[in-house]
C-alpha cells in the first residue's frame, strides 16, 4: 500500500556530492520510518542512514557519519538522503524503504516497502 520512487543516482568524482531523493505515496503513517540502504556488486545489502517521519531523529552507519545527511519534507511525502565527500567505496546501488515499525531500525527485516533502487558511482 506503500509505493516509492527513487531518484537522483548518477556519476560524480570522489569528494563530489550527489543528493538522492525518495517519494512516497500510499497509505503512509505519521508514526514511520524511512531508511537508506546500499548493496555493491558481490554483497550483501547494508544500512545507511534512516528517519522517523514524524520526529526526525536520525541514524548513520559510522562510515557516513559526518558526509551523509537524511532529512524529510513532509508536505512532499519525500525523503532526501544528501551526500558530500563522497568515497569510491561509497559506489552501490542505493534503496530507501519505509518501516511501518515506530522506531528507528537498522536491520532489513524492518522494513515493509522498497524503492527499485538508484545507482551511484564514484570514481576516483
Known amino acids: 500500500q506503500v509505493q516509492l520512487v527513487e531518484s537522483g543516482g548518477g556519476l560524480v568524482q570522489a569528494g563530489g556530492s550527489l543528493r538522492l531523493s525518495c517519494a512516497a505515496s500510499?497509505?503512509?503513517?505519521?508514526?514511520?520510518?524511512l531508511g537508506w540502504f546500499r548493496q555493491a556488486p558481490g554483497k550483501e545489502r547494508e544500512f545507511v542512514a534512516a528517519?522517523?517521519?514524524?520526529?526526525?531523529?536520525?541514524d548513520y552507519v559510522d562510515s557516513a557519519k559526518g558526509r551523509f545527511t537524511t532529512s524529510r519534507d513532509n508536505a512532499k511525502n519525500t525523503v532526501y538522503l544528501q551526500m558530500n565527500s563522497l568515497r569510491p567505496d561509497d559506489t552501490a546501488v542505493y534503496y530507501c524503504?519505509?518501516?511501518?515499525?515506530?522506531?528507528?531500525?537498522?536491520?532489513?527485516?524492518?522494513?515493509?516497502?522498497w524503492g527499485q533502487g538508484t545507482q551511484v558511482t564514484v570514481s576516483s
Open positions: 524503504a519505509f518501516s511501518l515499525w515506530g522506531a528507528l531500525a537498522r536491520e532489513l527485516r524492518r522494513y515493509d516497502y
Open positions: 500510499g497509505r503512509i503513517s505519521p508514526y514511520c520510518t
Open positions: 528517519i522517523t517521519w514524524s520526529g526526525g531523529r536520525t
